[in-house]
């Protein structure tokens, strides 16, 4: 059926790098369930407010994250007197967590590919 | 807030769907955080900015791949679809480089809807050039304008570089090129001083004379260059879009009134142009010069009898015949597109129902609408490209074709050619096409029906759907049928005129022009040892029979037209007493075969010291003795008194689709020297049975050694010049009917494939039936109705839209009435024949149902 086929990603592509805010995105949902805006909060304070995603890049990526399967929206709501209904959580998937495991290797290995060139000095 | 609710419809509905309450909310609890107002809506209006288009991108993407994958799943779908298209668009395309070049793009002089022509007019002749004391007084007494100029025709034998040449040219007045606001390449324009008579000898040339004569050597100014025997200084060089007064003029030379050299008041052969004064219109010029022009024919009663004046913009000079016919092919080409469209829509539709069920189950899933319709749409565009591509393609190879469609009277220099406007053109056309026949199929196949999954995926019959349908095969035979009757009746104008009797015999005649410079053959003498020569000479050649001069070929010149003096009363020319007139040599009327009725045609014994002789043909002798024997009669004509020799047929000076005054013949050696030397005879006849191949180079060889400064030009058979005379006509009767073609084979289509659909969904229905015992007959009646009945009405709507089409188009008609029964009854077989082949193969396929098959199928 059709259906399948438009929401199904590039399955047969090579996963391609993360683009930055989704691998913002996924290392802050490491953390446990959070709505949207506890998600910029989350990376503001993990980066030192030097990360400040706009609301569009966030759902726009948080839309393809959703397609692509990296994270799911959550039915479970904390006390709900003590949230807006308006808001939805999100938690990352198994195969989130092993697309940011695997953007992580990549990263790490392009700076060590950069320190053998001596770019980067070494780990002091 | 307000305005960000505002900025976030700049997202896809779906989207908005999705997240626009959560948007809102994190923009109001940040707004609640921002230190500067400012930096913060700029950070707002860029994030909302950037990411919309990203997730427009995104969908458009998944968009185009879907769209790739449904269409390469279906490829004769996909590609009966692209080629529709690319047939309408293509059409289109083409067409409109032509008419966009005659119709719509302005000249291209700074201003150019300021540039008006001035001509004289006088009951029956729209078009009179002016007589230099006219235009004299036009532009003294004139406020409208800001500026008039005045130029005349020219050519002159271009001697010197290379094989001597016949080039067309133009005598500019001083005013005319800064009143076109030209500048030239190279060196400077006229100047004052130029006009002088008696000046030096200046001349500009063309982008396209320098190139290929000087090869664009930059040190070109200061040159000289023998036109007409005369050494001309190259002032300058004009750059290669200029093309004035048409794109014949390859040199300008400045333009000297000598009021010695002119008759007066009634001797026309200026052209003017002016530019309309700021705040002028051009109605307010036309009455001024109305007024001047009435009060110069009370100044002048005889000379200016029921002369006025008639000012067009320059852009207008094309004919309204040309642009009666380039309307005609734009509403055929409208016509094929509209069909195109029409046809697709109805594909798609048709396709659209049988994904119903897929798509409410998409809808169903919480697929948007919006998001739906989009992507049918993406769909329906991509075919629309493909198309239109394909379509472009198609016109390259077309325009060509049509570019003889464009008049040579414009000043415009380059051909019709698909260039960046035109592709403009194609791709808005490609846009509106792809949603045009998209958005319908696409509305309606995802109108909200969660019905549909319910009730399966069977349409009744005579549903609104299959109602849509229908009408738009209506329309396409509507439309089909009109292009079809208004081809048919240009096509029985055009055998009208084909039939015509030119009044000569055109096969086996060659004709080329050796211009005679002035004055070396200004002389009688000089002119008449000069054709005996190469009379005598061409007339020698094995398979030669005869060969004359002519002033002018009838036809390719139409004019060379002069009043008439009979029993001494001084000839009025708006009266209609003229005649065209030719000087030939003895043999011209043989060459020709035009037949002699009467006394004699004209003989070597007709020389100057001869008595003056004429030779006239027989509708002067209808106007002028019509009961009387001609022979013997006198009249004065060109400039003297002349007895009747002989009485020939009538030839169609003007053209076959026009009335052509009478004509007079006279002995070339029978004019006194320096007077008409415009009709000296240049135009070389000669009947042969020689193929040209082998006539050609003789008649170059004996002209050369004759004279080998003569240039040799215009060289081609008498039957070109008769064919281009209907090129126009035979290039629109070709293309127009090629349309109606195409569009009764799309309509025959449509109708095909909406019976096909609907008998495929009343099969069980059918087999229903038979099995109850109807006769296969009532089968064949039931499923024909449908057709036969949409078909007729569309055809009775298709009648009268080409009824009101030949009425507007009358004038292209040449007297075949717009209701001309014999094209209406071919048009209606032809309609007929379409129809019933759509309707055949699905009428058989109901006949042949199965009943135990169908009703199985149900069960």
Redesign the interface.
């Known amino acids: 059926m059709d259906i399948v086929e438009v929401m199904a990603p590039d399955e047969d592509a090579a996963p391609p790098p993360l683009p930055p805010a989704a691998f913002h995105i996924l290392i802050a949902l490491t953390g446990g369930e959070r709505h949207g805006y506890a998600i910029l909060q989350e990376i503001g304070s993990r980066t030192g407010g030097e990360v400040k995603l706009g609301a569009g890049t966030l759902y726009r990526t948080i839309q393809r994250l959703l397609e692509q399967g990296l994270i799911e929206e959550t039915d479970e709501r904390p006390d709900p007197a003590l949230d807006d209904e308006r808001r939805r959580y999100y938690r990352i998937t198994a195969l989130g967590a092993a697309a940011a495991r695997a953007e992580a290797g990549r990263l790490l290995r392009l700076v060590r590919l950069a320190r053998r060139s001596g770019l980067v000095p070494e780990k002091a | 807030m307000r305005f960000y609710r505002w900025l976030l419809l700049l997202?896809p509905a779906h989207?908005r769907a999705?997240?626009g309450?959560?948007?809102r909310?994190?923009?109001s609890?940040?707004r609640r955080e921002a230190s500067w107002e400012p930096a913060f809506w700029l950070?707002?209006i860029?994030?909302?900015v950037?990411?919309?288009a990203?997730?427009h991108w995104?969908v458009l993407r998944?968009d185009l791949r879907?769209a790739a994958?449904?269409l390469s799943r279906s490829p004769g779908f996909t590609a009966t679809a692209v080629l529709v298209t690319a047939l309408g668009i293509g059409a289109n395309t083409a067409v409109f480089s032509v008419t966009d070049r005659v119709l719509i793009r302005p000249l291209p002089f700074p201003e150019s809807d300021r540039l008006v022509q001035l001509w004289q007019k006088a009951p029956g002749y729209t078009r009179i050039e002016l007589s230099p004391p006219n235009y004299e007084d036009w532009k003294k007494l004139a406020r409208s304008f800001q500026s008039m100029a005045a130029y005349e025709r020219n050519a002159a034998n271009l001697v010197g570089q290379g094989e001597p040449q016949r080039v067309e040219g133009a005598a500019l007045g001083g005013e005319l090129l800064p009143l076109l606001r030209v500048e030239p390449l190279l060196g400077r324009l006229f100047l004052p001083d130029d006009e002088k008579l008696g000046g030096p000898a200046v001349v500009m040339l063309s982008y396209g004379l320098w190139q290929s004569k000087f090869g664009g050597a930059q040190d070109v100014v200061g040159r000289s260059v023998r036109l007409d025997d005369k050494s001309h200084t190259i002032v300058g060089v004009m750059p290669p879009w200029f093309a004035f007064p048409d794109t014949s003029a390859r040199f300008w030379i400045p333009l000297r009134l000598d009021p010695n050299n002119y008759g007066g008041r009634d001797d026309n052969f200026l052209y003017a142009v002016a530019r309309l004064g700021p705040g002028v219109t051009l109605e307010a010029a036309r009455a001024e010069l109305e007024l001047i022009s009435a009060s110069l024919e009370r100044e002048y009663p005889k000379e200016n009898e029921n002369t006025r004046a008639n000012v067009v913009m320059l852009r207008d000079q094309a004919s309204p015949q040309a642009r009666l016919l380039l309307v005609a092919l734009f509403g055929g080409a409208a016509c094929v597109l509209l069909i195109a469209c029409t046809n697709l829509a109805s594909l798609l539709l048709s396709r659209a129902l049988r994904r119903r069920r897929?798509l409410s189950?998409?809808a169903a899933?919480g697929?948007g609408r919006e998001r739906l319709v989009r992507?049918l749409l993406t769909e329906s565009l991509v075919l629309a490209l493909a198309g239109g591509g394909l379509g472009v393609l198609l016109s390259l190879g077309l325009t060509p074709f049509l570019a003889r469609l464009v008049p040579t009277t414009l000043p415009v220099a380059d051909a019709a050619a698909i260039d960046l406007r035109v592709l403009a053109f194609a791709g808005l056309l490609t846009l509106a096409t792809g949603v045009a026949f998209g958005i319908v199929p696409a509305l309606r196949s995802c109108s909200a029906d969660p019905d549909e999954l319910r009730g399966g995926a069977r349409t009744t019959l005579g549903g609104r759907r299959d109602r849509l349908r229908w009408t738009l095969v209506g329309a396409e035979v509507t439309a089909s049928v009109a292009l079809a009757i208004v081809a048919g009746l240009l096509m029985r104008a055009a055998w009208r005129v084909q039939a015509i009797d030119p009044g000569f015999r055109s096969e086996g005649v060659l004709t080329l022009r050796t211009a005679l410079p002035i004055p070396r053959y200004g002389s009688v003498a000089q002119r008449h040892q000069l054709y005996s020569k190469v009379l005598s000479e061409v007339e020698a050649l094995p398979g030669v029979s005869h060969a004359a001069y002519v002033s002018f070929l009838p036809i390719a010149m139409g004019g060379g037209i002069w009043a008439v003096e009979m029993n001494g009363v001084p000839a009025v020319r708006t009266q209609g007493h003229t005649a065209s007139l030719r000087y030939v040599t003895p043999g011209y009327f043989a060459t020709m075969g035009v037949p002699v009725r009467s006394g004699r045609g004209i003989d070597e014994t007709d020389s100057g010291a001869a008595p003056y002789v004429a030779v006239v043909s027989e509708s002067f002798v209808q106007r002028y003795w019509p009961a009387e024997d001609p022979i013997g009669r006198r009249f004065t004509f060109a400039l003297a008194e002349r007895t009747v020799a002989g009485v020939v047929g009538d030839v169609r000076v003007r053209g076959l689709e026009r009335d052509s005054e009478p004509q007079v013949y006279i002995p070339h050696r029978q004019v006194r020297d320096g007077n008409t030397l415009n009709y000296v005879p240049k135009d070389l006849v000669v009947r042969s049975t020689l193929p040209p191949e082998a006539l050609v180079p003789a008649l170059r060889r004996i002209v050369a050694s004759a004279d080998p400064d003569l240039p040799i030009s215009d060289v081609r058979l008498l039957q070109d010049v008769l064919d281009t005379a209907t090129g126009a006509r035979r290039a629109q009767v070709a293309v127009l009917s090629a349309f109606a073609l195409l569009a009764l084979s799309l309509a025959g289509l449509g109708i095909h494939g909406l019976l096909s659909y609907a008998v495929s969904q009343r099969i069980p229905e059918i087999g229903l039936r038979l099995a109850l015992g109807a006769q296969p007959g009532s089968i064949l009646r039931m499923v024909l109705r449908d057709g036969v009945r949409v078909a007729a009405l569309g055809g009775v709507l298709g009648l009268l839209l080409a009824y009101g089409a030949g009425r507007s188009m009358e004038a292209l008609l040449f007297g075949v009435g717009p209701g001309d029964l014999a094209t209406y009854a071919g048009g209606f077989v032809l309609v007929a024949a379409t129809v019933l082949s759509g309707c055949l193969v699905p009428a058989l396929r109901a006949v042949r149902v199965d009943p135990t098959i169908a009703l199985r199928a149900e069960a």
């Open positions: 997202y989207f999705e997240y309450a959560e948007l909310a994190l923009f609890l940040r950070r707002e860029g994030d909302v950037l990411n919309a990203r997730v995104d998944q879907f994958r449904t897929e189950v998409r899933l697929a992507q």
